[in-house]
C-alpha cells in the first residue's frame, strides 16, 4: 500500500508519467483508500499554502457531481479537431471572401477593403501555420485558374492581378 | 522582487534552513515571471490528469474534483450567501466543466478554466433569481490562483466548521515542525515554492527518486495526524 500512495504522492505532483498515471486510475476501483489519500494530500497541500482556514464547502455539490457524471447521464463534448479550426478556417475564410468579392464584380471602393480582410485573414492562418505570407495575387490567381470550371460566369473572368485589384496585370 | 513573490506565497510562515534559502532566491532571480510557481507548477500537476479525463476517464476527472473542490467551494461561497445554494452551484459548475472538457485546450491551467466556469455558473445561477451578479471585473480571472478567501468566509463558516478548520490548520502546522529537516525542506520546496522534483533535487543536492521519497513521507507524517479529523471519504460522501 505503501508504494501505492508514493506514486500518488508523485501523481499529485505532477511528477508521473502517463503509463503511471493509468496504473492509479485503474487501481482505484480496487483501492477506493486511496481516494481518501488523495484528498488528504490537497488538504495538506491547501492548507500549507492558504493563510485562510479549510472549509468543507463545495463538498456535497462536487460529490452529487460526480455521482450524476458516474451514472452516464452527461458526457464530455468531444474533443474539436485542432486542425480544421485552427489551420483551415481561416484560409477557408479568405478564399470565400476573395471569390465572392470578384465573382460579384463588386466595385473597387467595396472590393478592396474585402480584400485587405481576406488577406488579414490569410496572414493570420498562415502565421498559424507557421508559414506566415502576405496573400499573393499570382497565387490567388492560380486558384482561380483551377476551379475555373465550376465557376460562375463572372468569375472565369476575374483575376487578383488586374488593376481592380490593384495588380498589374488585366483579366483573360 | 521575485524573493518577495515567494514570501507572498509563504502564508504560514515555514522558514527553510538558510543554504535551502539562498539557492530559492538565485532560482528566483533566474526565472521568468511564465517560470514563476504555482502556476506553472499546477499546470503540469493536472496535465497527465486532464489529457486521461478527456478521453473519457471518469476517474481521471474525479481526482481533478476531489482536489478542487474545497477551493471552488470557497470561491463560490464569495458570490452566494446560502450554502445549500452553493453546493448547488458546485454541483453544476463540475458538470459543465465534464461536459465542456473537450474545448478545454491547455493554455491556462486546469484550476483557472474551471474557475472561470464557476465564476460564469453562479453568476448566471444570481441572475436567474433575480439578484445582481458581482461584476467581472471583481472575480478576475488573474486571481484564479492563491485568492484570499479574507473575513468574508470566516463570516459565513459555522462555529463548528471555523474551530474544525482551525484544528486542521494547527495539526498540519504541528506536523511540519516535527519533521526532520529535510522532510520540511523538501515538501516546503513543492507545495509552497511549487518546485519540480528536478528543481528539488538540485537545491538539496540529492538523487530525484529521494527527493519524491522524502516529499511521500512529509505527506504521510502529516497524513496520518490529520487523517483522524477528516475521517474516510466515504463518511462525507452523500
Given at each position: 500500500m505503501e508504494k501505492w500512495n508514493e506514486d500518488l504522492s508523485a501523481l499529485h505532483d505532477g511528477e508521473m508519467d502517463e503509463l503511471g498515471a493509468m496504473r492509479i486510475l485503474r487501481a482505484l476501483d480496487q483501492k477506493p483508500e486511496l481516494l481518501d489519500q488523495w484528498e488528504l494530500y490537497a488538504v495538506i497541500g491547501e492548507s500549507l499554502r492558504q493563510s485562510e482556514p479549510l472549509t468543507h464547502t463545495g463538498m456535497k455539490g462536487a460529490q452529487r457531481a460526480l455521482a450524476v457524471i458516474a451514472s452516464d447521464q452527461v458526457k464530455p463534448t468531444p474533443q474539436r479537431p485542432k486542425s480544421f479550426s485552427r489551420h483551415w478556417l481561416p484560409l477557408a475564410v479568405a478564399a470565400s471572401l476573395a471569390l465572392l468579392a470578384v465573382g460579384l464584380n463588386i466595385p473597387y471602393q467595396i472590393a478592396e477593403p474585402l480584400r485587405a480582410l481576406a488577406s488579414t485573414v490569410v496572414d493570420q492562418g498562415t502565421s498559424i501555420l507557421a508559414d506566415?505570407?502576405?496573400?499573393?495575387p499570382a497565387e490567388l490567381d492560380r486558384y482561380v485558374d483551377l476551379h475555373r470550371e465550376i465557376a460562375v460566369p463572372g468569375l472565369q473572368?476575374?483575376?487578383?492581378?488586374s488593376p481592380e485589384f490593384g495588380g498589374g496585370q488585366q483579366a483573360r | 522582487m521575485a524573493s518577495l513573490y515567494y514570501e507572498s506565497l509563504n502564508p504560514v510562515g515555514i522558514s527553510l534552513p538558510a543554504a535551502f534559502q539562498d539557492g530559492l532566491n538565485k532560482l528566483n532571480a533566474e526565472a521568468t515571471p511564465s517560470q514563476l510557481p504555482p502556476v506553472n507548477a499546477d499546470r503540469a500537476a493536472d496535465q497527465v490528469l486532464v489529457e486521461r479525463a478527456q478521453r473519457g476517464d471518469q476517474r481521471a476527472f474525479e481526482l481533478l474534483v476531489i482536489k478542487y473542490q474545497r477551493k471552488l467551494g470557497r470561491l463560490l461561497s464569495r458570490m452566494i450567501r446560502d450554502p445549500a445554494e452553493v453546493e448547488d452551484v458546485t454541483q453544476e459548475a463540475f458538470i459543465k466543466a465534464y461536459r465542456a472538457?473537450?474545448?478545454?485546450?491547455?493554455?491556462?491551467?486546469f484550476y483557472t478554466w474551471l474557475y472561470r466556469i464557476g465564476i460564469n455558473t453562479a453568476k448566471n445561477y444570481l441572475v436567474s433569481l433575480g439578484r445582481r451578479a458581482p461584476t467581472t471585473t471583481t472575480y478576475d480571472?488573474?486571481?484564479?490562483?492563491?485568492?484570499d478567501d479574507g473575513d468574508q468566509l470566516r463570516d459565513m463558516n459555522t462555529p463548528e466548521a471555523e474551530l474544525m478548520s482551525k484544528q486542521i490548520a494547527e495539526t498540519v502546522n504541528a506536523s511540519m515542525a516535527a519533521l526532520p529537516e529535510e522532510l520540511r525542506t523538501a515538501i516546503t520546496l513543492r507545495e509552497?515554492?511549487?518546485?519540480?522534483y528536478e528543481e528539488i533535487a538540485t537545491l538539496m543536492a540529492c538523487p530525484i527518486g529521494t527527493v519524491r521519497s522524502r516529499i511521500f513521507r512529509a505527506r504521510e507524517s502529516i497524513a496520518e495526524r490529520l487523517r483522524p479529523q477528516l475521517g474516510t471519504a466515504k463518511d462525507r460522501r452523500w
Open positions: 506566415s505570407r502576405p496573400a499573393d473572368r476575374a483575376s487578383f492581378v | 472538457l473537450g474545448s478545454f485546450r491547455g493554455d491556462s491551467a480571472s488573474e486571481e484564479a490562483e492563491n485568492f509552497i515554492d511549487g518546485l519540480s
